[in-house]
């Protein structure tokens, strides 16, 4: 079964850093294009960040200079690390597979379950 | 950046209802176009995908239609498990999502 299980959410004051990991199953991350997507409380869906199968690295602008995506292909699983924390970034991470139904297009499938960053003193 | 534009951005219906809901893009993305279902506390469940193309596992009251940047998802009759929040997402160029429509029980 293809699955994702994040972890690493908690509670940060706001300048602290955090690591989020993703760890996949039934599938190989470096193989892929993952990516972070993240949901403030009772807002919508923006995308954070992706790393191409090759190790390419891009960001919103958002988070640029701040946070850094990375993967472990020995332990098949993706992570975020998130620096000098804003109270804006409070919100659940989700990571999510980039799956491609053609040499451009793509939908994320499957999603993680979210983890919870709440970034407050 | 792309900019998508859901509307409506709420909607009261009923169960057996026919509901569409329409996303418009900033600039033309093609077909780049999918289409997921969230519920309260769960990861958003990829519906539709390249405007039209019906996920696996999906139900076919639902459907896509679109292209340039127009696009709609039509629920043909609503039964009690669709009421949740429906966000179209463009992959034509940065990932951009639109802001939700939420569907709700008349």
């Known amino acids: 079964e293809v699955q994702l299980v994040e972890s690493g959410g908690g509670l940060v004051q706001p300048g602290g850093s955090l690591r989020l990991s993703c760890a996949a199953s039934g599938f190989t991350v470096s193989s892929n294009y993952m990516s972070w997507v993240r949901q403030a409380p009772g807002k919508g869906l923006e995308w954070v960040s992706v790393?191409?199968?090759?190790?390419?690295?891009y960001y919103a602008d958002s988070v640029k200079g701040r946070f850094t995506i990375s993967r472990d292909n020995s332990k098949n699983t993706l992570y975020l690390q998130m620096n000098s924390l804003r109270a804006e970034d409070t919100a659940v991470y989700y990571c999510a597979r980039e799956d491609y139904y053609d040499s451009s297009g793509y939908s994320f499938d499957p999603w993680g379950q979210g983890t919870l960053v709440t970034v407050s003193s | 950046d792309i900019q998508m534009t859901q509307s409506p951005s709420s909607l009261s219906a009923s169960v057996g209802d026919r509901v569409t809901i329409t996303c418009r893009a900033s600039q033309s993305i093609s077909s780049y176009l999918n289409w997921y279902q969230q519920k309260p506390g769960k990861a958003p469940k990829l519906l539709i995908y390249?405007?039209?193309s019906l996920q696996s596992g999906v139900p076919s009251r639902f459907s896509g239609s679109g292209s340039g940047t127009d696009f709609t998802l039509t629920i043909s009759s609503l039964q009690p498990e669709d009421f949740a929040t429906y966000y179209c997402?463009?992959?034509?160029?940065?990932?951009?999502f639109g802001q939700g429509t939420k569907l709700e029980i008349k």
């Open positions: 790393i191409y199968s090759g190790g390419s690295t």
């Open positions: 997402q463009q992959s034509y160029s940065v990932c951009t």
């Open positions: 390249a405007a039209s």
